[in-house]
């Protein structure tokens, strides 16, 4: 298509698309589940749309799936340009972190035609807000994921998280994934499984 002729969003479209790219060279601090390398952001969010598709039965009854996915391959993208943080951050690393990630928000969505930055920025802050069953769902696989990369599988691939992480025992995870997980049963006890089964491995401790 000759370049006059091109709908007038498109370029501002695919260059939002260029610099989401940039996903991919965000550093999360899980590891794959063989313990190669980290993952990236992207491929997290990836995981995390597959993890949507295939547990969705345990979502409450209503939920758009749809709408889930979008939320789980939105609300990380900020993550270009705040970075990724550890799920055990204290509360300042944390103020701070939202700050950067409303900011980058702002930014990164603001590539976009109006209407269409809108419609973006409205599915992250969604994701923040956690006042939609989709975005609670969706929060919750956030949470579930890393657990099943680091100790899934009896925990075999999470020898040598006891030594990057000495704080993270099975009581400490568990209390901090609680507040995402409990709300969906199966999920929580998928959670606590993978810990025991952890722990029985010996990768990591109880307290």
């Not at 610099?19 to 491929?43: I, M, P, W, Y």
């Not at 657990?147 to 998280?161: E, I």
Request: overall charge negative.
């Amino acid at each position: 298509m000759p370049l006059a002729t091109q709908p007038r969003h498109l370029p501002a479209q695919l260059d939002f698309l260029i610099v989401c790219d940039q996903l991919k060279a965000v550093t999360r601090t899980t590891h794959l589940h063989d313990g190669s390398r980290l993952e990236n952001s992207a491929e997290h969010s990836w995981h995390l749309a597959l993890m949507a598709m295939t547990l969705a039965e345990y979502a409450p009854g209503g939920t758009d799936l749809s709408q889930v996915i979008r939320l789980l391959l939105v609300h990380d993208l900020v993550e270009i340009g705040a970075g990724d943080t550890h799920f055990d951050t204290d509360t300042a690393q944390l103020t701070a972190q939202a700050t950067a990630e409303a900011q980058a928000a702002r930014q990164l969505f603001g590539l976009l035609p109006a209407d269409q930055a809108q419609e973006f920025l409205a599915i992250w802050e969604e994701f923040e807000a956690q006042a939609t069953p989709e975005a609670r769902f969706a929060r919750a696989l956030d949470a579930l994921h890393p657990m099943l990369l680091t100790w899934g599988q009896a925990g075999r691939v999470g020898v040598g998280c006891q030594d990057r992480y000495p704080e993270l025992t099975v009581k400490r995870v568990l209390q901090l994934k609680e507040k995402y997980l409990a709300e969906f049963p199966a999920l929580w006890q998928a959670a606590q499984d993978i810990m025991a089964q952890a722990e029985m491995a010996g990768v990591v401790l109880q307290e």
